[in-house]
């Protein structure tokens, strides 16, 4: 009889056990408990590493890139520029340009830019570079690659290096070689050139820059200011900068002397004399088939910087705009 009343608890106890297990199955396949993550064997790779071009050498320029958003530099930059200032023992100034890709604002890009180029300013002084080291923005300005997606975005993210030039030589070297050149020779022009830093050379002036500059054995050249007009040049080192900016009536001028010209102008401001205003030089231009490229080597105001960029679009010429 005891053994019956026990055989009857086991099954009663079993019964009871097989339900409470039943409803915890349940309640887990209703709330699954979470296991705590694997910790990963390497620290995984950031955000954006990928999209991060390899640095390259072209001609006598380097290309850093960047990741989105950042101006850090890793090992491998700092190889790449050791490499390129060791192989560049004789180049007696430096100049960095930094580059964005489009997103974010103007403003934000315009100061990326800058951290990027004084970044690698820095690293070409700490692995020797000798000379003056200028280190500029163009924000999201120039991309290499206008296109508006992921790849364009990875090549436009870089500083490039150039050993050797000024931004004066470097603005005019990027434009295209013409008939004609219109050079500012106002008072600002003598500022200087660049912004040294620590342990370079006195800096020479804009225009000692413009009179180093090669230019086209049989190009016309003239120099304009608000006190001498328009002027023909035949010593560009006679010449002392001076007065004001009459930018638009200077161009009228030489377009109307030099018809079917291709033309550059060279300018370090805003036009601040003198009336005329960019339309009216397109119009004249357009008249007379003038294609005008124009360069900037100083920090223009958004309706000044529109204003010449409509002008050589109009004529199907290029512009430069570098800043600091």
Known sequence: MKLGKLAGIAALAALLLSATSNDAEARKAKHPVRKPPVKARHAPRQPGMRDQLPNKVSGDTLTIY???NSWTLDPKDYQSIADFVHSHPKAGNWVTTGYCDERSTDAW?????QNRAKGVAKFIRTYGGKGPIQHLSQGEKDPADPAHNATAYRK?????????QDIVSMTLSALPVSQVYLLDA??????????PDAGTSTPISKWEAVSRYSFPKDATLYAFNSCQGVTPVSSLRAI????STPLWGSLEKVLEDQPGKSVVVLTDGEHNHGGGNAQQVITIAQRGRNQVSVGSVAVLGSTAESDLKALADATHGKYSFLRK
């Not at 890009?109 to 830019?113: D, K, S």
């Not at 106002?186 to 912004?195: A, C, E, F, L, N």
């Open 66 to 68: 960047f990741t989105t």
């Open 109 to 113: 890009n315009q100061e990326l830019g």
């Open 240 to 243: 002392r900068p001076d007065c």
């Open 186 to 195: 106002t008072g600002s022009m003598s500022d200087p050139v660049y912004i």
């Open 156 to 164: 436009n993210r870089r500083v490039v290096v150039t050993p050797g």
